[in-house]
């Protein structure tokens, strides 16, 4: 039987190797949601619409997101901006964004959603990453950026 003491020990011991990965998880998120976000204004900024499929699935997100609220008692709303492309993730917004997934070999934001949603989900479901897998994050939030700088300035 433990003692207090120990139990203490224990839950502080745990925290302090957990810490460091929690400081890169919070980095690992920045990218992701910054990655997400960038496609979005991309999006709004060309006026480039949603698919329907890319619609649906916004739709069903959002009456997901009313029965959680409905379930946990909450009236107010979560999310600064509620339109549907809020409620899309990478993949999705890559499509909306290049208006489908690539036929041919070139660089397409649908391959970097394809790439990128194993770690970005390991990520928001609390995971502990491997260095690999943070430095993969890390160059696909990059290429990410970079295909969007590419698309905007095909637009002008």
């Avoid at 619409?49 to 107010?76: V, Y």
């Amino acid at each position: 039987e433990n003692s207090p003491k120990e139990v203490k020990d224990n839950v502080e011991l745990w925290l302090s190797r957990l810490r460091p990965d929690a400081e890169f998880n919070v980095s690992a998120y920045v990218d992701c949601f910054l990655s997400e976000n960038l496609v979005r204004s991309y999006i709004s900024e060309t006026g480039k619409g949603l698919t329907n499929p890319a619609a649906t699935e916004a739709k069903e997100w959002m009456q997901r997101e009313q029965d959680r609220k409905k379930e946990a008692s909450i009236s107010f709303d979560i999310r600064k901006k509620s339109d549907e492309l809020s409620y899309l993730g990478m993949d999705m917004l890559a499509i909306c964004a290049e208006g489908g997934k690539p036929s041919d070999g070139n660089p397409s934001l649908w391959k970097d959603a394809v790439s990128f949603r194993p770690v970005r989900n390991a990520v928001g479901h609390t995971g502990l990453l491997t260095q690999v897998a943070k430095n993969h994050l890390n160059v696909t939030f990059e290429n990410i950026r970079a295909r969007v700088k590419n698309l905007l300035a095909s637009t002008k």
